[in-house]
Structure formats: structure tokens, C-alpha cells
């Protein structure tokens, strides 16, 4: 078999009964998890001006987009709720073991294309948990093969690291849910394999970076269809002369990890964040939280911060002077200095921190100026440690160490957590009762013949809808 055809096998033969309690919990866990910062990023403007071209386009009424109800094509619906999911940086990160450093991936986006087609295909909750479980599954397995996602093989040469995985994976997921059988799974994936490719600039912070992996899975999902209707691709897409493996990834693609059976549930070792910023920055974002809260630090209190980091986020910010002084949105959520200071501000990091408001805020550029960066090479061995040292203004000092931070899988979140983020995201939009009932329809996912139930329960009661249309 290709890898195409060994993939697609593996796709359509796991069966919900051979999930064990754990992986079940866990999805549940990720679903939750992509609804709440979707809600983040409700009122964005990528979101807004997407929402107003769907409109415009007047798709077949298939799938809801969140928040608003409006019912469009299973397509654009991917395209709007994906935006919501990416805009502020809240997504999951993908890991291969518990003790892993690498990421593989933000896996956590795949699942509003899985609601869209799902939804479509009125999927019960059973199929829509395991197609979540295979998206872990699959996108680790695909990402480990490239060498990880932030130094890996496509990074290295210029791609983004959404180039292969979402088209992919996501013609994989759909054909499930479009009830394909394993050839025209392939043959899906040999079709979106062939497109959608993304060079590095998305990187820019432009409003283009929050489709990175919803237009992937836009492709992914179209190719479906199309190998639905009998189209046919490439099935030796990554090992064939000139595919991905020798052209995308410079023939240092890692096939035999593609071709290994499944070794242990992976999902079980997604990080859920905490604070809506870059992963590698959560550790110093609690540092400085615990901080501020255990010694009831103020903004006008301190003299000076010392943050030590991982060498590769100093260098990152010391060649970048828009993340030194960040003046929107998608530079701040990656700048050490912004997220450092608005966390003694207000001592949380969460969509409302990154405001226009507050990235014009006088008393956060003066504590941006109090900021000293500095690597730390014993660091450097975790995933996002981070040190924070505040000096008062009465030269007290106060320092905090972490390095597994809050929902990292050697300290994941809770239900309680990720059922309190929901709430805290959500909040803003629905009535208590409302929330409840959709935190308890995800909790029994699995007793829900119609996804659709569970997209029903997303719409915002029409007093508190904001978007503009």
C-alpha cells in the first residue's frame, strides 16, 4: 500500500468501542476547549468580515456558524468558525509524550471543520468523538514525520507548518464523515496533498494568519467531495517522484514514522492553554501572575522585571522591534514584554488584554520599559518555562520558577478548568443555563444521535448578538 492508502485504512477502521474511557474524556476535554476560544474570537474583525462575504456567497444551509446561527455551506462554515478559533492564540498545542518539549501541532483547529461537516452529515456524537480522537492521531503521526512543528523540517525551509498537515488530515476526517470508502479516502488525500501548499509569510501579522489551517481544511474538505464523485489524486502523494516528501519537504521527510501502526493514544498529552498567548510563553505568564497575586504587586509598585526564557524566544523577540513594542494585536500575543505587562495590569491574559484600549495604554508602554529579557539555557530542556523577577519600587524582590505550567500534560487542565474557561469566554454572549446545558451535551457527546444539537445550543440569544452584519 502507499501511504496514502495506509493512512486512509487507518482512518476509516477505528470504531468509538476502541476508545478507552480516558481518550473519550479527552476529546470531550478538546471539544470544550475549541468552543470557548471560539467565542474568543466571536467579535474579531477577521471574524466579522469572513461572516459578511458568507453572507454575501449564500451557501447551501447545512452547518451553523457559531455564535450567530446563520446556516451556510459546510465549506464557508469551516472558514468562519476556524477563524474564530485561531484569532487570539488560544488554541492547543499536540505532544507526543507526556514529558515531550516538541510540538506537533494545534490539532484543537481541525475540530470546527469536523462540527461543519459533521453537522452536515447529521454525525452522531459517537463518530464526531472519534474523528476528533483521529485528528490527534493522525496530525501527530503527519508532524512527527516532518520533525515536529516550531524547528521542523517545513519551518526550516520556509513553509508554514499548516502547509501539510490540515488539507491532509482533514481529507482524511472528512471522507469518514461522508461515509467514503478507503480508496476514495486516498485519493482525497492525494488531491488536497497536492494544493493548499503556504509559504512562510502567513507568518506576517496580518489578518491572513487566522486561515492558515481553516483554508488547509477548506481544501481538505473539498477534496472529499471531489473524490466522493469518483475524482482521483495522486495516492503515492508523499513518497511519489516529486511529492511532498521530496519537493515540500527536501527529502527529509521521516515516511517510516507514517507507516508505523498507532503506539499509544497521543491525544492523552495535548496541552489546553491557559493564557491566550504564545505557547512558549505560558510559563512566564503564570510566573508573573502567581506573583502579582501572592504579593499584591501593582503597576505602580514596580521598578523593574527580569524575565529568563528559551534562547530561541530571546532571539526571536531581540531581531523583532514590533514585538518589543507591539502595537496590535497579532504582535502582542507573541511579545514577552507586552504579555508580561499587561499580566501585572490586570493579572489575567485573555482576549480582553489585547484590546486596542490596551495596547495604547500609557502604563503599559511605561512597564514595557521596565522589562529586561534575558535567555536562559537551563531552560531550554522544557517547553515553556519561564522565570520572572520583579524588583519594587521599595526594592523588594520576589521571584517564581515554572516550567510546567498550567495545562501542560505534566499538569493538564481539569474539566473543572476547561468548563471555567468555557464560562469565562462564553459568558459574555449566553446566559448561565445556556452554557450549562452545552457543557453538559459535550460532557454525553456520545448519547447525541445529531450533532446538530449541540451546534443548536451554540447560537447567541438574539439580545447579546454583536456581531455586525
Given at each position: 500500500?502507499?501511504?496514502?492508502?495506509?493512512?486512509?485504512?487507518?482512518?476509516?477502521?477505528?470504531?468509538?468501542?476502541?476508545?478507552?474511557?480516558?481518550?473519550?474524556?479527552?476529546?470531550?476535554?478538546?471539544?470544550?476547549?475549541?468552543?470557548?476560544?471560539?467565542?474568543?474570537?466571536?467579535?474579531?474583525?477577521?471574524?466579522?468580515?469572513?461572516?459578511?462575504?458568507?453572507?454575501?456567497?449564500?451557501?447551501?444551509a447545512?452547518?451553523?456558524?457559531?455564535?450567530?446561527?446563520?446556516?451556510?455551506?459546510?465549506?464557508?462554515?469551516?472558514?468562519?468558525?476556524?477563524?474564530?478559533?485561531?484569532?487570539?492564540?488560544?488554541?492547543?498545542?499536540?505532544?507526543?509524550?507526556?514529558?515531550?518539549?516538541?510540538?506537533?501541532?494545534?490539532?484543537?483547529?481541525?475540530?470546527?471543520p469536523?462540527?461543519?461537516?459533521?453537522?452536515?452529515?447529521?454525525?452522531?456524537?459517537?463518530?464526531?468523538?472519534?474523528?476528533?480522537?483521529?485528528?490527534?492521531?493522525?496530525?501527530?503521526?503527519?508532524?512527527?514525520?516532518?520533525?515536529?512543528?516550531?524547528?521542523?523540517i517545513?519551518?526550516?525551509?520556509?513553509?508554514?507548518?499548516?502547509?501539510?498537515?490540515?488539507?491532509?488530515?482533514?481529507?482524511l476526517?472528512?471522507?469518514?464523515?461522508?461515509?467514503?470508502?478507503?480508496?476514495?479516502?486516498?485519493?482525497a488525500?492525494?488531491?488536497?496533498?497536492?494544493?493548499n501548499?503556504?509559504?512562510?509569510?502567513?507568518?506576517?501579522?496580518r489578518?491572513?494568519?487566522?486561515?492558515r489551517?481553516p483554508?488547509?481544511?477548506?481544501?481538505?474538505?473539498?477534496?472529499?467531495?471531489?473524490?466522493?464523485?469518483?475524482?482521483?489524486?495522486?495516492?503515492?502523494?508523499?513518497?511519489?517522484?516529486?511529492g511532498?516528501?521530496?519537493?515540500?519537504?527536501?527529502?527529509?521527510?521521516?515516511?517510516?514514522?507514517?507507516?508505523?501502526?498507532?503506539?499509544?493514544w497521543?491525544?492523552?498529552?495535548?496541552?489546553?492553554?491557559?493564557?491566550?498567548?504564545?505557547?512558549?510563553?505560558?510559563?512566564?505568564?503564570e510566573?508573573?501572575?502567581?506573583?502579582?497575586?501572592?504579593?499584591?504587586?501593582?503597576?505602580?509598585?514596580?521598578?523593574?522585571?527580569?524575565?529568563?526564557?528559551?534562547?530561541?524566544?530571546?532571539?526571536?523577540?531581540?531581531?523583532?522591534?514590533?514585538r518589543?513594542?507591539?502595537?496590535?494585536?497579532?504582535?502582542?500575543?507573541?511579545?514577552?514584554?507586552?504579555?508580561?505587562?499587561?499580566?501585572?495590569?490586570?493579572?489575567?491574559?485573555?482576549?480582553?488584554?489585547?484590546?486596542?484600549?490596551k495596547?495604547?495604554?500609557?502604563?503599559?508602554?511605561?512597564?514595557?520599559?521596565?522589562?529586561v529579557?534575558?535567555?536562559?539555557?537551563?531552560?531550554?530542556?522544557f517547553?515553556?518555562?519561564g522565570?520572572?523577577?520583579?524588583?519594587?519600587?521599595?526594592?523588594?524582590?520576589?521571584?517564581?520558577?515554572?516550567?510546567?505550567?498550567?495545562?501542560?500534560?505534566m499538569?493538564?487542565m481539569?474539566?473543572?478548568d476547561?468548563?471555567?474557561?468555557?464560562?469565562?469566554?462564553?459568558?459574555?454572549?449566553?446566559?448561565?443555563?445556556?452554557?450549562?446545558?452545552?457543557?453538559?451535551?459535550?460532557?454525553?457527546?456520545?448519547?447525541?444521535?445529531?450533532?446538530?444539537?449541540?451546534?443548536?445550543?451554540?447560537?447567541?440569544?438574539?439580545?447579546?448578538?454583536?456581531?455586525?452584519?
Amino acid at each position: 500500500m502507499t501511504i496514502a492508502e495506509q493512512l486512509a485504512l487507518e482512518a476509516k477502521e477505528l470504531n468509538f468501542e476502541e476508545l478507552p474511557s480516558e481518550v473519550n474524556d479527552q476529546a470531550k476535554r478538546s471539544l470544550l476547549d475549541s468552543l470557548a476560544i471560539a467565542f474568543g474570537g466571536y467579535l474579531s474583525e477577521p471574524s466579522r468580515i469572513i461572516q459578511s462575504v458568507i453572507r454575501e456567497l449564500n451557501g447551501p444551509a447545512e452547518s451553523t456558524i457559531f455564535g450567530t446561527g446563520l446556516k451556510t455551506s459546510c465549506l464557508y462554515a469551516t472558514l468562519a468558525n476556524g477563524t474564530m478559533v485561531h484569532y487570539f492564540d488560544y488554541m492547543d498545542a499536540g505532544f507526543l509524550t507526556k514529558e515531550a518539549t516538541v510540538i506537533m501541532g494545534h490539532h484543537g483547529e481541525l475540530i470546527a471543520p469536523i462540527l461543519a461537516v459533521g453537522e452536515r452529515q447529521h454525525s452522531g456524537g459517537e463518530e464526531i468523538i472519534t474523528t476528533i480522537v483521529l485528528a490527534y492521531e493522525l496530525s501527530n503521526k503527519l508532524f512527527d514525520s516532518l520533525g515536529g512543528r516550531t524547528h521542523g523540517i517545513l519551518s526550516k525551509r520556509g513553509w508554514t507548518t499548516e502547509t501539510v498537515g490540515p488539507p491532509c488530515i482533514m481529507a482524511l476526517l472528512a471522507g469518514r464523515l461522508l461515509g467514503l470508502d478507503t480508496e476514495q479516502m486516498a485519493n482525497a488525500l492525494g488531491i488536497a496533498g497536492c494544493f493548499n501548499l503556504e509559504p512562510g509569510i502567513l507568518f506576517t501579522p496580518r489578518m491572513t494568519k487566522n486561515l492558515r489551517t481553516p483554508y488547509g481544511a477548506y481544501g481538505g474538505i473539498l477534496a472529499a467531495f471531489l473524490a466522493q464523485k469518483g475524482f482521483t489524486g495522486p495516492l503515492d502523494v508523499f513518497e511519489g517522484p516529486r511529492g511532498i516528501a521530496q519537493v515540500v519537504a527536501g527529502g527529509e521527510m521521516d515516511l517510516e514514522k507514517l507507516r508505523q501502526p498507532r503506539k499509544d493514544w497521543t491525544i492523552l498529552y495535548t496541552w489546553i492553554k491557559n493564557f491566550a498567548a504564545d505557547g512558549n510563553m505560558q510559563g512566564l505568564l503564570e510566573a508573573t501572575v502567581n506573583l502579582v497575586k501572592e504579593h499584591d504587586i501593582k503597576a505602580d509598585d514596580v521598578a523593574e522585571i527580569r524575565v529568563k526564557t528559551l534562547s530561541h524566544i530571546y532571539r526571536r523577540e531581540a531581531n523583532s522591534p514590533e514585538r518589543q513594542v507591539p502595537n496590535n494585536k497579532y504582535t502582542a500575543d507573541h511579545s514577552c514584554r507586552y504579555v508580561t505587562a499587561i499580566a501585572i495590569m490586570d493579572r489575567a491574559v485573555g482576549p480582553e488584554q489585547f484590546s486596542d484600549e490596551k495596547l495604547r495604554d500609557p502604563q503599559v508602554r511605561q512597564l514595557i520599559n521596565k522589562i529586561v529579557v534575558e535567555p536562559d539555557p537551563e531552560l531550554d530542556g522544557f517547553h515553556s518555562p519561564g522565570i520572572v523577577e520583579i524588583t519594587t519600587n521599595k526594592e523588594k524582590r520576589y521571584s517564581c520558577r515554572v516550567v510546567h505550567p498550567k495545562g501542560h500534560p505534566m499538569n493538564p487542565m481539569t474539566d473543572a478548568d476547561v468548563e471555567a474557561k468555557f464560562t469565562n469566554l462564553a459568558g459574555k454572549f449566553m446566559p448561565e443555563h445556556q452554557m450549562r446545558r452545552i457543557i453538559d451535551t459535550v460532557h454525553n457527546l456520545e448519547k447525541v444521535d445529531d450533532i446538530g444539537e449541540l451546534l443548536n445550543l451554540l447560537v447567541i440569544p438574539a439580545g447579546s448578538r454583536s456581531v455586525k452584519t
